[in-house]
């Protein structure tokens, strides 16, 4: 049983449109991650918060963004889309330091044509 | 830089033979070690970690993995495989600042009967 959901699973949608990724999680955690996934390459972090109105950019530089309002919600934002954004992305959630993990939502699909 | 290597892109495994899966780290003090499995169109499932102490550690789904440090690894195993098994999977460090997990490119496993 997902704690932690991803809208939409699937999105297809034209160049230059807006795109808001919603990702929210019922367990509390103050810790949240935007992870890029293309298919045979490793998950790449995009963007990571440590708890309200805390966002910072991860290793993959993104043209996205994201903001942190709300303890639960953790949005991910692409003003215009392109091509070269296709990709999956995954949202996560983690209680505290490393050892606990990461709790993955079940991703969103995303094509741009 | 910190990076994980999964030296097998693709494995194909007999339904009840043994499975190892290799994943290679580099990282300079005691590291937190993951692994995830992704099935078709889901998120990532956190199948065991470590942080210390025991270098065998017991996970889900009948999985162990053992980290040995001499050879920097932490290599995933299952002495029975079952179909349910085929996926990809992910090992995962969490990076020396803290901040995120960096992920290896990941094996599939396939199960032939």
């Known amino acids: 049983e997902a704690d932690i959901y991803q809208t939409p699973r699937y999105l297809v949608i034209g160049t230059g449109k807006k795109i808001t990724l919603e990702c929210s999680q019922t367990?509390?955690?103050?810790?949240m991650y935007w992870y890029q996934q293309d298919p045979g390459m490793e998950l790449h972090l995009i963007h990571y918060?440590?708890?309200?109105?805390?966002?910072e950019k991860g290793d993959l530089s993104s043209e996205s963004t994201v903001s942190r309002i709300r303890t639960e919600h953790f949005p991910l934002t692409l003003e215009s889309a392109r091509p070269s954004h296709t990709s999956q992305y995954l949202c996560?959630?983690?209680?505290?330091?490393?050892?606990?993990?990461?709790?993955f939502g079940s991703g969103t699909r995303l094509t741009v044509v | 830089a910190q990076s994980v290597t999964q030296p097998d892109i693709h494995i194909t495994v007999s339904e009840g033979a043994s499975l190892e899966l290799r994943c290679n780290y580099s990282?300079?003090?005691?590291?937190?070690l993951f692994w995830y499995v992704q099935s078709p169109g889901q998120g990532l499932q956190l199948l065991l970690k470590y942080f210390s102490g025991d270098t065998l550690v017991q996970g889900i789904k009948g999985f162990e993995a053992e980290f040995k440090r001499s050879q920097s690894s932490f290599n995933l195993r299952k002495p029975s495989v079952h179909w349910s098994d085929a996926a990809e999977y992910f090992c995962a460090v969490e990076n020396q600042a803290g901040t995120a997990l960096i992920f290896g490119k990941g094996t599939t496993l396939s199960v032939s009967s």
């Open positions: 996560a959630s983690s209680e505290g330091p490393g050892d606990y993990g990461y709790t």
């Open positions: 367990m509390g955690h103050d810790k």
């Open positions: 990282y300079g003090a005691t590291p937190y």
């Open positions: 918060s440590y708890g309200v109105n805390s966002t």
